[in-house]
């Protein structure tokens, strides 16, 4: 069983800071990958950063120096630490996490529930 449980959405003034946390309850998986997505009223869903568990990262464009995805392993936490938010930054976040199967020669994948961010104008 893959839970995952997200939390730090909420709303903020623009140029204000936002910390999200995702915590995945996974007993007996390796996860690899770790990551937020967001979708905006009237857009898709995007990505908005990732990290595996070596730490690489990987960021949108629309965020990169603005926003810090970091992981514990140990903890099976992600956090996105969101700095000089802008009104357009507004959207429901997403974390994602993935994990292999060997079985199938393929990857799982779970989904928490969302957080709202809003950056008021």
């Known amino acids: 069983q893959v839970q995952l449980v997200e939390s730090g959405g909420g709303l903020v003034q623009p140029g204000g800071s936002l910390r999200l946390s995702c915590a995945a309850s996974?007993?007996?998986?390796?996860?690899?990958?770790m990551g937020w997505y967001r979708q905006a009223p009237g857009k898709q869903r995007e990505l908005v950063a990732a990290?595996?568990?070596?730490?690489?990262?990987d960021y949108a464009d629309s965020v990169k120096g603005r926003f810090t995805i970091s992981r514990d392993n140990a903890k099976n936490t992600v956090y996105l630490l969101m700095s000089s938010l802008k009104p357009d930054d507004t959207a429901v976040y997403y974390c994602?996490?993935?994990?292999?199967?060997?079985?199938?020669?393929?990857?799982?994948?779970?989904w928490g529930q969302g957080t709202q961010v809003t950056v008021s104008s």
């Open positions: 994602n996490v993935v994990w292999p199967l060997p079985e199938s020669g393929t990857t799982g994948e779970a």
């Open positions: 996974a007993s007996g998986f390796y996860i690899y990958l």
């Open positions: 990290i595996t568990s070596r730490g690489t990262t």
